[in-house]
């Protein structure tokens, strides 16, 4: 391998490694947002949290996907 070849192995690497730390805190902003909004506008079930979480998890995997195709075609 040369040195441009390295450098690209490593910057995948390191993309690949940021996935799941993106991950995390999309999904704990969204959360503390549903915490906020519950606090703020008080229900029986905690729906706002409940549904924001769901929501983070889908932008967080829409996420992910954009970022792998972009690894991918960079290959």
Known sequence: MDNQQK????????QLINIPIQMGI???LFA???DWLDEKYPN???WYVKIL???GVAVAFYNI????????KNE
Do not use: P, S, Y
């Not at 450098?7 to 390191?14: R, S, T």
């Not at 996907?65 to 991918?72: A, D, G, H, P």
């Open 44 to 46: 029986k079930n905690d």
């Open 53 to 55: 979480v769901i929501f």
């Open 65 to 72: 996907n954009r970022q792998l195709k972009e690894i991918n």
């Open 26 to 28: 999309i999904i704990f």
């Open 32 to 34: 503390a947002l549903g």
């Open 7 to 14: 450098k690209k192995q490593a910057n995948k690497w390191l």
